[in-house]
């Protein structure tokens, strides 16, 4: 498996199709489906990125990418907003915040695949994920669009 990608999203349709999209492409992707349990489960799995969702119930993306960056052991662990939370300056906001990253929903496969590629560049040895096990790149044939139309904000905005 490749680099270790933690997934914080509530939306369980989004949080599936992250997971498998990374998966796919090489990584080694963990689920975290309630913001509250995703510094405790960051510590446990030293991610080498953490994939975020901004709008969540019971403690906010911002509020969480801001407790991330004040912890020793999280501190340097890039972070990747993802959101349909979209309003002029919200960009700003979050990564004023400490997000390194930052792509809205709804999101395209290959602009959101390249982003963790190069967030993921600059961390640990700054290799590629494992391409052995990796599924090839989707490709305007390839499904890669079925993936883009339901990985949208569904009924949950955030």
Do not use: W
């Amino acid at each position: 498996m490749g680099q270790k990608i933690l997934i914080v999203e509530d939306n369980e349709l989004n949080l599936k199709l992250f997971c498998d999209l990374l998966r796919a492409h090489g990584y080694a992707a963990e689920p975290v489906r309630d913001g509250r349990e995703a510094i405790a489960r960051a510590r446990d799995f030293a991610p080498d990125l953490v994939v975020m969702d901004i709008q969540m119930p019971h403690v906010s993306g911002l509020e969480l990418i801001e407790q991330m960056k004040m912890d020793g052991e999280l501190m340097t662990t890039p972070i990747m907003a993802v959101t349909a939370y979209a309003a002029k300056g919200d960009e700003e906001r979050i990564r004023d915040a400490g997000a390194e990253g930052y792509v809205s929903k709804p999101i395209s496969v290959l602009k959101f695949v390249e982003a963790v590629r190069e967030l993921l560049a600059g961390t640990t040895d700054g290799q590629a994920p494992d391409k052995e096990n990796a599924a090839p790149e989707p490709d305007a044939g390839s499904g890669g669009e079925a993936v883009e139309s339901k990985l949208d904000s569904g009924s949950n905005p955030g």
